[in-house]
């Protein structure tokens, strides 16, 4: 195939899945399913008849794509989830892939009648989720989890792949070698590849972020040098013998974190490259593997996927999550949210390259696997989140942000937009009379935009939905003037029916609430605050939409700051929640 055809396939490719994309979105099935479709029917059995039979390429493609993903990822994972998430996520991204690696493997050993080997390398092969899949549906799926869900889930699949990397290149060894598989060897490995992967992120991240800082650019060249510095930590720290895509995501993590110039800009061209990154991937993935011979293994793969799912998976979240305090119906979803993506497909590869005697079934399953994963799973995600009650209200949140000046976070000017989403309302007179200043220490407004105009303001102007405030914020603000501008959105039913009818501090005292509720006195303290309460039942690490039962009240967390309770809703209640 010429340069010429080989663009043109690709370009095709790539707009037939895009287009496609945006019919899948009615139905709720994952983007990703779309890529691999279409690469799966642009192939040698599909109505292109385009024969693709690289492995190495593929190998390499999927781990450039991965290393991007994963980069993006970090960059929009938010560091204080790392408050209620670390120890959960490490915890599965470590214990959880070996214990779902023995349990698939042990089953497809059984079910295959191959050696236990064998079966371990499958089960390693598919015991790791998926950044790719993780990252796009859950913030694709139409809900936002609370936070301890949502940042386990995102944390965890970020952080898995080295243990699910070492687990097939050490079982490829020694099926190449025929010698044992040394335990001591197997954990020194993993020790220097967190060590060596985490510390080199951590000080990249560093590094980038000063860079980014100091050296000016034209605005469109700071996304390409993230992408470039990025890639170069993945490589350099694979070739020390360190995880390179636990190092990728940490540079991710800590530039995401940061405050750096072009902010906005520099999020849209890093989501775009992710996109083409999965895109490309899984287009590429679909076209190597030939659909009719997945037919050969089907029923055992559909085995192996429904006891990964309901079996293995489960059992890993409920052993490694039992220390911290999660809700069932937390470790459920999470344990459903495992989805497997390009990261089994790509690890499939490594028993390939190496020509091993079952690499091609291995392979074939693990494909199969992944299609179930994605179709059943992923299809499901914004309705189980809904059904186990693990969702809160997306809170009112400006559309658009611009960093101005980043010198420290006392200093920083920075330029938001707000949509107006009810009628009547009037901005506050001090937020109108304030006269704009070098320092930002309270909001300023900058431009009224109604239909395309601006429009002078002044105390008595009526906002209209569908007008744009434009305002210079302190960062600490935008919480609360986005609620000036969402009543609409705050006083609705569901987040009446979630948060409850009315707001309270979180250092209301409890004494005053019993009192004005008709709950029992007993047992409480002239000292006892409404936060206190929720700690007390609940634990150390909580997050918005945690809640308890006070007498004939329920009590939820609405609104906090770190580990501090600022707000919580009550909510009248007839029955135990």
């Known amino acids: ?312 998976r489960p059992l890993a979240v409920m052993l490694c999550l039992l220390p911290f305090g999660f809700r069932w119906s937390e470790r459920f979803y999470i344990s459903w949210v495992g989805l497997r993506g390009a990261v089994p497909i790509v690890l499939a590869l490594y028993p390939v390259i190496a020509g091993l005697s079952n690499a091609a079934l291995l392979f074939e399953i693990t494909f199969t696997v992944v299609l179930i994963s994605l179709l059943l799973q992923g299809s499901t995600v914004p309705v189980v989140a809904r059904w186990l009650k693990v969702s809160v209200p997306p809170a009112p949140a400006p559309t658009t942000r611009f960093s101005l000046i980043e010198n420290d976070a006392h200093h920083s000017l920075e330029l938001y937009e707000f949509l107006v989403q009810t009628e009547g309302i009037r901005i506050p007179v001090s937020i109108v009379q304030n006269v704009p200043s070098v320092t930002v220490s309270t909001p300023q407004l900058v431009s009224l935009v109604r239909e395309q105009r601006p429009i002078v303001v002044n105390a008595e102007t009526v906002l209209k939905l569908g007008d744009r405030i434009w305002m210079l914020l302190h960062p600490d603000d935008v919480n609360d003037v986005a609620q000036i501008f969402s009543q609409q959105a705050s006083s609705s039913f569901l987040l009446q029916n979630f948060f409850g009818e009315f707001a309270i501090r979180g250092d209301a005292s409890l004494v005053d609430l019993a009192k004005a509720y008709g709950v029992p006195l007993e047992g409480l303290s002239t000292d006892d605050t409404a936060s206190d309460l929720l700690q007390r039942k609940l634990g150390k690490h909580l997050v918005v939409g945690d809640r308890v039962r006070f007498g004939n009240i329920r009590l939820t967390i609405r609104q906090m700051h770190g580990d501090q309770i600022e707000i919580i809703g009550l909510k009248l209640q007839d029955k135990q929640v």
Not at 1 to 14: E, H, R, V
Not at 20 to 38: C, D, Q, Y
Not at 136 to 146: E, P, T, Y
């Open 1 to 312: 195939m010429d340069t010429n055809s080989f663009i043109f396939l690709a370009g095709i490719l790539l707009l037939i899945s895009i287009l496609a994309s945006s019919f899948t979105v009615r139905f709720g099935l994952p983007l990703l399913l779309v890529f691999l479709g279409i690469g799966m029917l642009a192939g040698e059995d599909g109505l292109g008849r385009l024969g693709f039979d690289n492995p190495n390429l593929a190998f390499f493609v999927g781990n450039l794509a991965l290393a991007v993903i994963l980069l993006d990822g970090g960059m929009q994972t938010k560091a204080s989830t790392f408050r209620v998430a670390l120890w959960p996520s490490l915890s599965l991204a470590t214990f959880g892939v070996i214990l779902t690696a023995a349990a698939v493997g042990g089953f497809a050993a059984w079910l295959l009648d191959v050696k236990l080997i064998y079966g371990l390398l499958l089960g390693a092969t598919v015991g790791s989720t998926d950044a790719a899949a993780v990252f796009s549906l859950l913030r694709n799926s139409g809900v936002k989890l609370n936070e301890r869900v949502g940042g386990t889930l995102e944390i965890e699949s970020g952080a898995n792949d080295p243990m699910a990397i070492l687990l097939v290149v050490m079982l490829t060894g020694v099926l190449q070698s025929s010698d044992s598989l040394s335990v001591w060897l197997f954990l020194g490995q993993m020790v220097q590849q967190f060590a060596i992967g985490g510390g080199l992120g951590l000080l990249g991240g560093k590094l980038l972020l000063l860079v980014l800082r100091r050296v000016p650019l034209i605005e469109g060249l700071y996304a390409l040098l993230i992408i470039s510095f990025g890639l170069a930590v993945f490589s350099g720290v694979n070739l020390i013998g360190g995880s390179g895509f636990l190092a990728v995501y940490l540079v991710g993590l800590t530039v995401g974190n940061g405050r750096i110039k072009h902010e906005e800009s520099i999020s849209q061209v890093m989501d775009g490259l992710a996109w083409l990154s999965q895109a490309g991937m899984f287009l590429l993935l679909g076209l190597l593997v030939t659909p009719s011979n997945l037919l050969t293994h089907g029923l055992q793969a559909l085995a192996i996927a429904t006891f990964l799912i309901f079996v293995a």
